[in-house]
């Protein structure tokens, strides 16, 4: 427990040192002028939360390597990304996607874009802070896990407010590095033993009988777009001033995305075989407790995990609440302030949430989902906006009846309704206005 504290505490100073560079550029883009390696490192560390420590490993256990899919579809949303990304004109300092689309569709359709975003998020880091929740039952089951939550919560708040973008990118290229170290430690171990027999379906790819068609495509209309019109994407792109190094960043980001989902599934799919029939939330525990020994080894493992959920979680706070005060509220002056105000509001409220919900994967996917069948057709029109004559009105309300949407279908459990978002939203825009 006390090299968790300790970690923590890391943090916390590193983002204290951080907040000597008070300076909206600084605080919101990280300087604006960082390297292709240190924004692909924050897009990995971002990407990677709570959705790969338990989520994808769970996920597989279940399923087998289809699950691999939860990364591989979001490196082709990344690709795509890349490849159409000099088309839409993006400004060298825009500090939100909400920021850039003010910019084609005016001041409405950003407060309407904040919104969306705003609440989605609270959904996304909810699931991060349940993630740890889960973990910490595990590793540390003698202590009150609501507290150890709410510790780590109140920490995640203070250096992600505290130091800003500079912070949050920072503490992101580390705490990669951490979770590679720790993930080739436990791989090294696993494989050095005698591995047994998969079950053949579990490797069947991309579908299986526990996997179906039907759930690809889901998977594929969320994932997909959420990759493509990410805010989190879109703010560690931002600390890029070049669009030539956003492309680079994006391609080398979907590249390594890759081989890292099929190692997480690996994990699950040797978890199934090797525990039979047990909660698919300790599998990492299981595994580093079985393979690895009670020494510095297992403690690297340790803080890898929670790594990559606070890698993910800092950034989607930062991300929530500098929209939520600069987008929703359009405050400037002393912004700064806000922002650090809101970024422990949002934390708070996430924790609330998470000790509400069960399940990190549909919890996930819910906030996606409802995100992406709002925004991706409207980002996606931006470059055609002129040939077809799209007008503002239109894309208010395609946003907002496609969010309708795909609100009611998740709490209904219609996966198609997806798909009916996105057929409506597209309708919505290329309808003429005939009294125009």
């Given at each position: 427990?006390?090299?968790?504290?300790?970690?923590?505490?890391?943090?916390?100073?590193?983002?204290?040192?951080?907040?000597?560079?008070?300076?909206?550029?600084?605080?919101?883009?990280?300087?604006?002028?960082?390297?292709?390696?240190?924004?692909?490192?924050?897009?990995?560390?971002?990407?990677?939360?709570?959705?790969?420590?338990?989520?994808?490993?769970?996920?597989?256990?279940?399923?087998?390597?289809?699950?691999?899919?939860?990364?591989?579809?979001?490196?082709?949303?990344?690709?795509?990304?890349?490849?159409?990304?000099?088309?839409?004109?993006?400004?060298?300092?825009?500090?939100?996607?909400?920021?850039?689309?003010?910019?084609?569709?005016?001041?409405?359709?950003?407060?309407?874009?904040?919104?969306?975003?705003?609440?989605?998020?609270?959904?996304?880091?909810?699931?991060?802070?349940?993630?740890?929740?889960?973990?910490?039952?595990?590793?540390?089951?003698?202590?009150?896990?609501?507290?150890?939550?709410?510790?780590?919560?109140?920490?995640?708040?203070?250096?992600?407010?505290?130091g800003g973008q500079r912070a949050v990118v920072f503490t992101?290229?580390?705490?990669?590095?951490?979770?590679?170290?720790?993930?080739?430690?436990?791989?090294?171990?696993?494989?050095?033993?005698?591995?047994?027999?998969?079950?053949?379906?579990?490797?069947?790819?991309?579908?299986?009988?526990?996997?179906?068609?039907?759930?690809?495509?889901?998977?594929?209309?969320?994932?997909?777009?959420?990759?493509?019109?990410?805010?989190?994407?879109?703010?560690?792109?931002?600390?890029?001033?070049?669009?030539?190094?956003?492309?680079?960043?994006?391609?080398?980001?979907?590249?390594?995305?890759?081989?890292?989902?099929?190692?997480?599934?690996?994990?699950?799919?040797?978890?199934?075989?090797?525990?039979?029939?047990?909660?698919?939330?300790?599998?990492?525990?299981?595994?580093?407790?079985?393979?690895?020994?009670?020494?510095?080894?297992?403690?690297?493992?340790?803080?890898?995990?929670?790594?990559?959920?606070?890698?993910?979680?800092?950034?989607?706070?930062?991300?929530?609440?500098?929209?939520?005060?600069?987008?929703?509220?359009?405050?400037?002056?002393?912004?700064?302030?806000?922002?650090?105000?809101?970024?422990?509001?949002?934390?708070?409220?996430?924790?609330?949430?998470?000790?509400?919900?069960?399940?990190?994967?549909?919890?996930?996917?819910?906030?996606?989902?409802?995100?992406?069948?709002?925004?991706?057709?409207?980002?996606?029109?931006?470059?055609?906006?002129?040939?077809?004559?799209?007008?503002?009105?239109?894309?208010?309300?395609?946003?907002?009846?496609?969010?309708?949407?795909?609100?009611?279908?998740?709490?209904?459990?219609?996966?198609?309704?997806?798909?009916?978002?996105?057929?409506?939203?597209?309708?919505?825009?290329?309808?003429?206005?005939?009294?125009?």
């Amino acid at each position: 427990m006390y090299y968790i504290v300790g970690f923590f505490i890391l943090l916390f100073i590193i983002s204290l040192f951080h907040n000597k560079e008070y300076n909206s550029r600084n605080y919101f883009l990280a300087g604006g002028n960082n390297s292709v390696i240190t924004v692909t490192f924050s897009l990995l560390a971002t990407i990677l939360g709570a959705s790969s420590t338990i989520g994808l490993v769970g996920l597989a256990y279940k399923t087998g390597l289809a699950a691999s899919l939860w990364l591989i579809l979001g490196a082709i949303g990344l690709f795509i990304l890349g490849l159409i990304y000099p088309q839409f004109n993006f400004g060298t300092y825009n500090y939100t996607i909400t920021e850039y689309l003010q910019l084609h569709y005016g001041s409405k359709v950003k407060k309407i874009l904040g919104l969306i975003i705003f609440l989605s998020w609270i959904g996304v880091i909810s699931a991060q802070f349940l993630a740890l929740a889960r973990l910490f039952s595990f590793y540390f089951p003698e202590i009150n896990i609501k507290f150890l939550l709410l510790f780590a919560t109140l920490v995640v708040t203070l250096y992600t407010g505290f130091g800003g973008q500079r912070a949050v990118v920072f503490t992101d290229c580390l705490q990669f590095i951490f979770f590679l170290v720790g993930l080739s430690i436990l791989l090294i171990k696993i494989f050095g033993k005698q591995i047994p027999d998969l079950q053949p379906e579990y490797l069947r790819f991309p579908c299986n009988k526990y996997f179906k068609i039907s759930d690809f495509i889901y998977f594929s209309l969320v994932l997909i777009p959420v990759y493509i019109v990410g805010p989190d994407i879109h703010s560690r792109l931002f600390c890029n001033s070049s669009i030539n190094d956003r492309r680079k960043a994006l391609i080398i980001t979907g590249i390594t995305l890759i081989p890292i989902g099929l190692l997480l599934a690996f994990l699950g799919i040797f978890a199934h075989s090797q525990y039979g029939n047990i909660n698919s939330d300790e599998i990492l525990y299981r595994l580093s407790k079985d393979f690895l020994p009670a020494n510095i080894l297992f403690y690297i493992f340790v803080i890898a995990v929670v790594c990559l959920i606070l890698s993910s979680a800092d950034t989607c706070l930062l991300t929530s609440a500098t929209i939520f005060i600069r987008d929703i509220l359009g405050i400037r002056k002393k912004e700064i302030f806000f922002v650090r105000m809101a970024v422990t509001v949002v934390g708070l409220i996430s924790f609330l949430f998470a000790l509400y919900f069960k399940q990190i994967i549909n919890l996930l996917l819910f906030s996606y989902s409802i995100y992406a069948v709002s925004v991706f057709i409207p980002f996606m029109v931006i470059p055609f906006k002129e040939k077809f004559n799209i007008s503002v009105t239109r894309i208010q309300n395609s946003m907002l009846i496609a969010g309708v949407i795909a609100v009611i279908s998740n709490i209904l459990n219609f996966k198609w309704g997806v798909m009916l978002g996105y057929l409506l939203s597209a309708m919505i825009i290329f309808t003429p206005d005939f009294n125009s």
